[in-house]
């Protein structure tokens, strides 16, 4: 069984900084795309930042220029470095994957979820 788990989410005043991790665990064959989704209340979940396995990104335009994501793929793990945020960053984040678990078709992977609130 494929778990994906997150962790770095907390309070941070304006301006501040967090990085979220998420590692992938189990019966994996090989991960495709990783990436970051976020969920504020009352509003659609929003794709942040993809990254392909080989190394290529993208990120919403929202949080360019200040957020950075990185793999390590020997750790099958992503992670998003959020710099200057704003209070408008406030949302659950959410690590997503697109793998192939052993003995399996590729599918769509997601992490159970990670509260950041931008706050002073």
């Known amino acids: 069984q494929v778990q994906l788990v997150e962790s770095g989410g907390g309070l941070v005043q304006p301006g501040g900084s967090l990085r979220l991790s998420c590692a992938a665990s189990?019966?994996?064959?090989?991960?495709?795309?990783m990436g970051w989704y976020r969920q504020a209340p009352g509003k659609q979940r929003e794709l942040v930042a993809v990254i392909t396995s080989g190394g290529s990104t993208n990120y919403t335009d929202s949080v360019k220029g200040r957020f950075t994501i990185s793999r390590d793929n020997a750790k099958n793990t992503v992670y998003l470095q959020m710099n200057s945020l704003k209070p408008e960053d406030t949302a659950v984040y959410y690590c997503h994957a697109v793998l192939t678990a052993r003995g399996k078709a590729t599918n769509d992977y997601w992490g159970q979820g990670t509260q950041v609130t931008v706050s002073s």
């Open positions: 189990g019966s994996i064959f090989s991960i495709n795309a």
